[in-house]
């Protein structure tokens, strides 16, 4: 039986020659025969002998190999297949705007999409005609470079933030300064109003966000824990009401009612310049010189990390229909899929004739309405506004596959 065993095994198992395997044998006929008291050798495959368990391992391990089935104890995960994205048109410059005397720094879209709203390094405030890009009007008021502009979708007000720490409130029926929220220490770099109740929240170089009431100018919270400038913040009509990102690499979520973090995100590596909220999803973006990150709301776990855009990230955008876009401190523009992180499309913004190239920057920027118009903020002085390209198709821009694939299969951990 010893003799047989090995030789009917041969290179597939580690069996001993000689004496080793006559041993081997001889226990495992022991255990051969103990299975066919207990069971009656009913499941022994017909040509086994039944003093031979190991000529009957090599016949199974055989028929496991024939169907194709792995004998390991920890079966290797089959690689699954990258998301396919959803085909986007590519976006094409349709109008330079020229206007203001210093970097645009701020932008923000009329709720009816009728004009935009422009701020400026040359302290002004302008107000465009959205179809034609002309200019409607100037507002003057502060001191030093507009950093935030916020428009209500309830009253006639618009609110603006900037470098000189104050917070004014225009009545844009008369186009003029009717408020002014006085606390902030430093430069206003950010500001944003809620979606439901009259409050607005400002943040600045005082490393504070601080929450106002709309109607009596009164600092209701000062939602302090930052160690750094406050460069962005977003609302949600629900917990977390409020967002924070800021130069201390964190991003913050707040309990408005309590005026105390929730939670704090600690992932990324640089300070985080830019969030964005998708505008139909319960989910949020942050933008920093590292990467972009997609989290999940309301308990902020992360999605997804956009990976490509290398530079540091300004300003993020989001539409209805999942367009996804990223300016950067360089100049370069990143389109991404929202869904699967796809980047379907790569710019560069070119500065206007007569400025340095160091001048090609983009500091913030928003969609319509319609999320069918970009505008960018640059740092040449111009405003630039991107439409999608009516001519392409998914013919004639396909979606590389292969290099999503690649791409995607690099940064997934099995």
């Known amino acids: 039986a010893g003799a047989g065993a090995g030789g009917s095994v041969g290179d597939n198992d580690d069996v001993g020659a000689g004496g080793g395997a006559g041993a081997g044998a001889g226990e495992a006929s022991g255990v051969a025969r103990a299975l066919a008291t207990l069971g009656g050798g009913e499941d022994r495959p017909s040509g086994v002998s039944s003093t031979s368990l190991v000529a009957y391992k090599a016949v199974e391990g055989a028929a496991a190999a024939a169907q194709g089935q792995s004998r390991a104890i920890v079966a290797r995960r089959a690689a699954a297949e990258a998301p396919k994205p959803k085909w ?16 645009v720094r701020s932008v923000t879209v009329d709720h009816g999409n009728r004009w935009f709203v422009t701020g400026s390094a040359d302290r ?8 034609s890009g002309t200019l409607k009007l100037t507002l003057t008021g502060h001191i030093n470079a507009i950093r935030g502009l916020a428009v209500s979708s309830r009253h006639p007000y618009m609110f603006s933030a900037s470098e000189d720490k104050k917070v004014l409130c225009w009545d844009l029926e008369v186009n003029k300064v009717i408020r002014s929220y006085h606390g902030h220490l430093s430069g206003v770099y950010s500001l944003a109003l809620h979606p439901t109740i009259d409050v607005l929240i400002s943040g600045g170089r005082d490393a504070v966000a601080r929450v106002w009431d709309m109607r009596t100018k009164q600092a209701i919270h000062v939602l302090g824990g930052h160690a750094g400038a406050v460069t962005s913040i977003v609302t949600n009509p629900t917990d977390p009401q409020v967002i924070t990102s800021s130069m201390d690499k964190t991003v913050r979520l707040w309990d ?6 929730m939670t704090c995100l600690t992932h990324h590596k640089k300070g985080v310049r830019a969030l964005a909220t998708h505008p139909r999803e319960f989910t949020f973006l942050s933008g ?8 999940k709301l309301p308990e902020a776990s992360l999605l997804k990390s956009f990976r ?16 996804l876009f990223s300016g950067a401190d360089n100049g370069s523009m990143r389109f991404w899929d929202y869904k699967t992180g796809y980047c379907f499309q790569q710019e560069e913004t070119i500065a206007q004739p007569g400025s340095l190239d160091s001048e090609a920057g983009i500091f913030a920027s928003s969609f319509d309405r319609t999320g069918t118009r970009l505008i960018t903020c640059e740092a040449d002085k111009t405003i630039k506004i991107w439409k999608e390209d009516a001519s392409a198709s998914p013919e004639s821009h396909p979606v590389d596959m292969l290099a999503w694939t690649a791409e995607w299969r690099k940064f997934r951990r099995y």
């Open 308 to 323: 490509g855009h290398d530079a540091i990230v300004n300003t993020l955008a989001v539409t209805e229909d999942d367009v």
């Open 288 to 295: 920093a010189a590292d990467n972009i990150k997609k989290w």
């Open 124 to 131: 002004t405030i302008k107000v465009w005609d959205l179809a």
């Open 256 to 261: 408005l009612a309590a005026g105390k973090t």
């Open 88 to 103: 986007h048109a590519p976006w094409k410059l349709m109008r330079v705007i020229s206007g203001h005397g210093g970097w």
